[in-house]
């Protein structure tokens, strides 16, 4: 798999859309999530390393909202 991590500066076409380099396109085949990172960074995962993360976060204190601000 290719390795996603880098700066990387893109443009957005008229319609919001952003063009992927050939090697991230293939990284994200069977799909993938972009979310908001820190910084201001965008943070992209191919979606089996999501649903290991979305796991995590799950099974985590920050999931539950009662236990949230501890």
Do not use: I
Not at 7 to 33: I, N, V
């Amino acid at each position: 798999m290719a390795d996603l991590t880098g700066t990387h500066q893109y443009q957005l076409d008229a319609k919001g859309r952003m063009s992927l380099p050939a090697r991230f396109r293939e990284a994200l085949g069977d799909g993938g999530y972009v979310t908001l990172g820190q910084d201001g960074c965008l943070y992209v995962f191919p979606l089996p390393e999501w649903n290991r993360m979305r796991g995590e976060v799950k099974s985590n204190r920050l999931a539950d909202p009662c236990t949230r601000h501890y």
